[in-house]
């Protein structure tokens, strides 16, 4: 019956570190989809208030008098804002990447940690377990061999 329970606690010790594993990696998978919905939202809102201000800039700009170089510098203008608005789009985005990509790599690290340990711990329970089934039977089969012997004494 020991070695039933001895068995059955190294199970029992696996399947709930397997599970805390697994709750962890879920809450973690959470995290970055929220993390990354939350970066693209404030993403989409500085793009909306850019859009706006570019169309208010624009629409100032066409009420007019109407010169070649009024024309020209206008343009240049434009492409100028657009350049940097693209810029600074790029570089907040990479930033944000390099962020999520980070923290991801650091949950992953810490599960791979506590997988490690995880996994050394079962090994000890498995081997604790190993060596309590090789006693039992030792004392078993010593048992079973003296009572033979006897048996054949008597005999």
């Known amino acids: 019956m020991e ?14 570190e397997a599970k805390t594993n697994l709750n962890d990696v879920k809450s973690n998978v959470e995290t970055t989809y929220n993390n990354f919905l939350n970066e693209a939202k404030e993403e989409l809102n ?3 208030k850019n859009f706006k201000s ?10 007019g ?3 070649l170089e009024k024309i020209q510098s206008d343009v240049k ?10 810029k600074d789009a790029y570089e907040r985005n990479a930033g944000r990447v390099k962020s999520i990509i ?17 996994a050394k711990t079962v090994k000890s329970e498995v ?3 190993a060596d309590t089934v090789k006693k039992e039977v030792k ?11 006897k048996a054949t004494a008597k005999a």
């Open 102 to 118: 980070n923290q991801t790599q650091e949950q992953v690290e810490g599960l791979k940690s506590k997988a490690e340990k995880t």
């Open 77 to 86: 203008e434009e492409v100028e804002f657009l350049v940097a608005d693209f």
């Open 54 to 63: 570019t169309s208010e800039r624009i629409q100032t700009k066409l009420q």
């Open 127 to 129: 081997e604790k377990t």
């Open 139 to 149: 004392k078993t089969t010593s048992k079973a061999k003296a009572s033979t012997k």
């Open 65 to 67: 008098p109407f010169t």
């Open 3 to 16: 070695i039933t329970n001895k068995i059955k606690e190294t199970v029992d010790t696996f399947v709930n």
């Open 46 to 48: 500085i793009q909306t």
